[in-house]
Structure formats: structure tokens, C-alpha cells
């Protein structure tokens, strides 16, 4: 069975840094790219981030570029979210998601229970 | 990255059909099959509906279909029941030099 396990979500000040990680199991990690996707409050689904399975290529949304950096490590089945210079904006439930295809084509099959994240002073 | 445009709501009746469109441009919907759509319901994770605009995971019933023509993918619901209410998200790949996505700004459908 797929498992996607996020955490490392909380209440942080603007400003400030924040990482998140994604315990992955039930699938062999390394053959697949991954995403993270949010949702504000209220609102829809917003894609973040992308990597593929073997961190060739990268993606950001215009909103986080040059603040949040994704990464991974296949040899602990594990998708991270580093955000930077977090902004009210950012406030969201972060979601890790999986994707069908190596290379990563935006076909997400199986997602998380997501770890929330609120930007407040 | 403009997102993709969903109606904002549609509505039906239980046993009728009704159909979500989602508009995109050449850079994504009309220049990739990787078109997906995911259903939501409050307080949950998305679940994938159909993939590849037109093939349904295991798992979901085929009264889901998706097609596309053009920039406009479309998912159809047909012998709508209750538990369809939910939010309907459409997404697409987006980029032949990184790696990126978009969503539609989702579809609340109501079941009367």
C-alpha cells in the first residue's frame, strides 16, 4: 500500500524558515517524481514544486521561486520542502504527492494527508 | 503559470449527467496528454479520477470520462449520484524544459 506520511508543518513568524519532509513507503521511491502541491484555506489546489526521480530536473511555482527549495533522498524514501522567507501567503496545508512517471508529467496518483503550515507573527 | 479556468460550480440531478470544462492554452492542455482530473471532498487528500485526459484509474467507476479538444479538456459525470458532490480539480503538465504543473481553479459540484 502507497503511503505518503508529511511533517515538519507549524505556526512560524514571516520571515522565518520551515522544512518539510515526506516519509514515502509501499512503492520504490526512486522510480518516480514527486511534487509537493498546497491549499490555502477555503481555497484550491496550487502546485509548488517538482522533482524528478533522480533530482535532474526541478520545477517551481513563480510564487515560491528563489524562496522554497525541494529535494530528495532515495536512499531513505524521503521527499523534503525547504521554504525560505516565509510569507502570510504561504499559509497552507502542504500536500506530497506522488507522481505516476519518472520524469515527473504532472500525473499524481497517490497524495498525502498533508502537514499544515501557518505564517503568522 | 496561469492556472487553468474550471466554472466555478455546475449542478445536476441524481441519474442525470453533467460535464466540467477546463480551459488551458497551447503551453499546457493543448500541448500535452498529461491532463488529469482529481475529486475532493471536504476535509480530504484529492483522489485521481482520470489520467492521461481520458483513462480511469483502477478502482473508479466508469461513469468518469475525460476527453480534449484543443485547449479545453472535459470531464463528464454520468448517472450522477449523492456521494459525487465534491470539488473537481482539472490539472496539466506544463513544461518541455522544467518540471512543472497547474491546476484548475476547481468546480464545486452539487448533486440537488
Known amino acids: 500500500e502507497v503511503q505518503l506520511v508529511e511533517s515538519g508543518g507549524g505556526l512560524v513568524q514571516p520571515g522565518r524558515s520551515l522544512r518539510l519532509s515526506c516519509a514515502a513507503s509501499?512503492?520504490?521511491?526512486?522510480?518516480?517524481?514527486m511534487h509537493w502541491v498546497r491549499q490555502a484555506p477555503g481555497k484550491g489546489l496550487e502546485w509548488v514544486s517538482g522533482?524528478?526521480?533522480?533530482?535532474?530536473?526541478?520545477g517551481y511555482a513563480d510564487s515560491v521561486k528563489g524562496r522554497f527549495t525541494i529535494s530528495r533522498d532515495n536512499a531513505k524514501n524521503s521527499l523534503y520542502l525547504q521554504m525560505n522567507s516565509l510569507r502570510a501567503e504561504d499559509t497552507a496545508l502542504y500536500y506530497c504527492?506522488?507522481?505516476?512517471?519518472?520524469?515527473?508529467?504532472?500525473?499524481?496518483?497517490?497524495w498525502g494527508q498533508g502537514t499544515l503550515v501557518t505564517v503568522s507573527s | 503559470q496561469s492556472a487553468l479556468t474550471q466554472p466555478a460550480s455546475v449542478s445536476g440531478s441524481p441519474g442525470q449527467s453533467i460535464t466540467i470544462s477546463c480551459t488551458g492554452t497551447?503551453?499546457?492542455?493543448?500541448?500535452?496528454?498529461?491532463v488529469s482530473w482529481y475529486q475532493q471532498h471536504p476535509g480530504k487528500a484529492p483522489k485521481l479520477m482520470i489520467y492521461?485526459?481520458?483513462n480511469r484509474p483502477s478502482g473508479v467507476s466508469n461513469r468518469f470520462s475525460g476527453s480534449k479538444s484543443g485547449n479545453t479538456a472535459s470531464l463528464t459525470i454520468s448517472g450522477l449520484q449523492a456521494e459525487d458532490e465534491a470539488d473537481y480539480y482539472c490539472?496539466?503538465?506544463?513544461?518541455?524544459?522544467?518540471?512543472?504543473?497547474?491546476f484548475g481553479g476547481g468546480t464545486k459540484l452539487t448533486v440537488l
Open positions: 504527492a506522488k507522481d505516476m512517471a519518472s520524469s515527473g508529467w504532472f500525473l499524481v496518483d497517490y
Open positions: 509501499g512503492f520504490t521511491f526512486d522510480d518516480y517524481a
Open positions: 522533482i524528478s526521480w533522480n533530482s535532474g530536473s526541478i
Open positions: 497551447s503551453s499546457d492542455v493543448g500541448g500535452y496528454n498529461y
Open positions: 492521461e485526459v481520458s
Open positions: 490539472s496539466s503538465y506544463t513544461s518541455s524544459s522544467t518540471l512543472e504543473g497547474v
